[in-house]
Structures are given as structure tokens and as C-alpha cells.
């Protein structure tokens, strides 16, 4: 895994340092950016499997970064970093496009092992054939999406989400089920599912308040409708 790049987004270098040191402990590549700018000019140049990456930044801060990544339709796996601790900055973090939200001070070995799920789980998203259901056409080993021959973008948890309910047509999934499919073993604000479910039907859905594909199972969970 040593020729895995992870771009690290802060402008404390003590706070780098400690993440690279991360980094290289889990056997990957740690590259690093002190501004906003810089990252999006690395993101651009390199093939990263992971970004890491802080709110509070000289310049753009870290939601502009979020929203221009995602905006470029690059889906690279992104964890914010952050000293607020506020439920609605999690929250539009993760409506934005990113993929985990981690508060500081962090626990090394706790971000280490967000840092490998991730990977493995967008490693995953890239290995099964085409799948489809109506206009909807699903390449897992590409990471694309097409609506009516429209390439939509979608974020690492959106593929993760999407992926699971086209393998699984019918099948009624809880929140707890989908915690653990899509975050594995991380605890993440029970809206967070919420967000990612309406964040997927908006892409999905002719009318996403009428949605016919994803379909709310009110008192227990979703499920996908063929």
C-alpha cells in the first residue's frame, strides 16, 4: 500500500507531522498541502486515495475545498478534520461531499483506522459489473453513475450507498444495517443517513419528495424499489 498518496490539508505542520507520521505507520504515502489553494492544485496533478483535510485554512477554508473537489466530479475519499464539534458543521460537511468528519484532538490510532476503512471500502466500490435499474446505470469498477447516458457525480459514501441498495433491490436496510455497511464499525449522528439518503435521491429521482427508487420504510429504514 506504500504507493497509496494521502494528501494531508492543514497549515499547523506540527499538526501534518503527527498525520504523515499516521500516515507512514499504516504503510501509505503522506503528501502534504498548507493552504486550501495548494491542495486543489495537488488534487488536480496527483492520483491521491485519500484526503485529509482540515476546516480551518489560510485562503479557502476547508468546505470550498470540499465543494470545488466534488464540483471537479473527482471522487476521492475525503476525511475533515476539525476543532469544532458542532453538530451542524458535521452535518454539512458530509452534505457537501465529504466522507467522514473527525474533531481534534485526535486519537492517531483512531484516524489510522478510519483512514484504511476508507481506502478499502473505495477499493471495493471499484470491483463488480455494470448494474442497473431503469435509467439508472451503475459502473462500480469506474465509479460512474449515468442517468439517461448523464454522468451524475457522486461522493465515496453516495457510491457506497448506492452500490448496496442496486445489489439489494427490495431489501428493507435499518439505519443500524447501513451504519455498518457504509461506516463499518464508526459511530456517525443518526442524521447522517438521513442526509446521504436525500443527498442520493436528489441525484436519482425525477422528484426527489416522490422518490420511486428509494423508498422510506417509515419505523424501520429504506429500501431500494426496482
Known amino acids: 500500500m506504500a504507493d497509496q498518496k494521502i494528501l494531508i490539508v492543514d497549515d499547523d505542520a506540527a499538526v501534518c507531522k503527527v498525520i504523515s507520521r499516521v500516515v507512514l505507520a499504516n504503510g ?10 495548494r491542495a486543489l492544485e495537488l488534487i488536480d496533478r496527483e492520483d491521491f486515495a485519500l484526503v485529509v483535510l482540515d476546516l ?3 485562503g ?9 473537489v466534488r464540483g471537479r466530479k473527482k471522487d476521492v475519499p475525503i476525511i475533515i478534520l ?7 458543521d458535521k452535518l454539512y460537511g458530509l452534505e457537501i461531499g465529504a466522507d467522514d468528519y473527525v474533531t481534534k484532538p485526535f486519537d492517531p490510532i483512531f484516524l489510522g483506522a478510519k483512514i484504511k476503512a476508507l481506502i478499502r471500502r473505495d477499493r471495493r466500490v471499484h470491483t463488480a459489473s455494470v448494474l442497473t435499474s431503469g435509467d439508472i446505470e451503475y459502473h462500480p469498477g469506474t465509479m460512474k453513475l449515468f442517468i439517461r447516458g448523464e454522468d451524475i457525480p457522486l461522493s465515496t459514501k453516495e ?5 448496496l441498495f442496486l445489489e439489494n433491490k427490495g431489501r428493507v436496510f435499518t439505519k443500524e444495517q447501513l451504519y455498518e455497511h457504509i461506516w463499518g464499525e464508526t459511530i456517525v449522528d443518526e442524521n447522517a443517513i438521513m442526509v446521504y ?3 442520493l435521491r436528489s441525484k436519482l ?3 426527489p419528495k416522490n422518490p420511486v427508487h428509494i423508498l422510506t ?8 424499489a426496482d
Do not use: T
Open 197 to 199: 439518503v436525500s443527498r
Open 28 to 37: 501509505l504515502s503522506p503528501y502534504a498541502a498548507e493552504s486550501g489553494e
Open 159 to 163: 457510491h457506497a450507498l448506492l452500490r
Open 82 to 88: 476539525s476543532a469544532n464539534n458542532e453538530a451542524h
Open 217 to 224: 420504510v417509515w419505523g424501520v429504514g429504506y429500501k431500494f
Open 56 to 58: 480551518q485554512l489560510g
Open 205 to 207: 429521482e425525477a422528484d
Open 60 to 68: 479557502i477554508d476547508g468546505f470550498e475545498v470540499v465543494e470545488r
